[in-house]
């Protein structure tokens, strides 16, 4: 159900009455207005003496049968206001019911609307300490991030400084290597030559 504000639901209640007093005013003014009509209509259409009592129908004067007439008029027009008095009041009983709804539902809303203005979280004052505590984490990450950002920046390039180091050494060796080995052949291939140098003088000594 829609929650209604206490004005919503006065002039609601306001207009529901002015509406049905309407009707009714409306519906009493055309019953009325048929029912003279219907009571000119039959006095027209039927003569006096036939609606009149046996004992008035002769020799009655023309001042008495007018009389009667009217009285009958009034009689009918009389029972036909209180046929209209008592819709009157089984529509006023409907109007006041409806009121009585109207304002028992006002009420009952007005009760909903302060249990849900006054419904508390039991947990709020925990969530609210925790997101407290969330927040100063966050200010302490801020920073601590700031730092790891800038660490990992510093170790990438580190990285890249030793690969490449590590690199010019790899090649600085095998340059090495290649140096060490060429002069040990050369000196192993010298050495070679000494030696068969010096088998040929011993071989001229020993012929002397």
């Known amino acids: 159900m829609a929650m209604m ?3 919503s639901l006065a002039t609601l209640e306001i207009s529901l009455r ?3 007093h309407k009707e009714v005013e409306e519906s009493e003014r055309r019953q009325k207005a048929a029912e003279i009509q219907k009571l000119v209509w039959e006095e ?5 003496s036939s609606v009149m009592p046996p004992h008035l129908s002769a020799g009655t004067a023309p001042g008495d049968l007018a009389k009667h007439s009217t009285d009958s008029a ?5 029972a036909k ?15 006041q019911a409806q009121l009585n709804r109207v304002e028992s539902e006002a009420r009952s809303l007005d009760q909903l609307r302060r249990e849900l203005e006054g419904l508390e979280d039991p947990t709020k004052q925990e969530v ?10 966050d ?5 601590l991030k700031q ?5 990992e920046k510093e170790l990438k390039e580190a990285l890249e400084t030793y690969n490449e180091k590590t690199k010019i050494k790899t090649d600085l060796v095998g340059r090495l290597m290649d140096i060490v080995t060429e002069s040990e052949r050369q000196r192993m291939q010298k050495l070679e030559e000494l030696n068969v140098l010096l088998e040929e003088m011993d071989r001229r000594k020993g012929l002397r």
Not at 44 to 48: A, F, G, K
Not at 81 to 95: A, C, D, L, T
């Open 139 to 143: 200010r302490e990450l801020r920073p």
């Open 128 to 137: 609210a300490e925790i997101r407290k505590k969330i927040e100063v984490v």
């Open 5 to 7: 504000s206490e004005d």
């Open 44 to 48: 027209r259409r039927n003569p006096i």
């Open 81 to 95: 206001e209180q046929e209209i008095e008592k819709r009157k009041s089984q529509v006023r009983e409907k109007v």
């Open 147 to 151: 730092i790891c950002e800038k660490k």
């Open 18 to 20: 002015e509406t049905l």
């Open 74 to 78: 009034v009689k009918i027009v009389h």
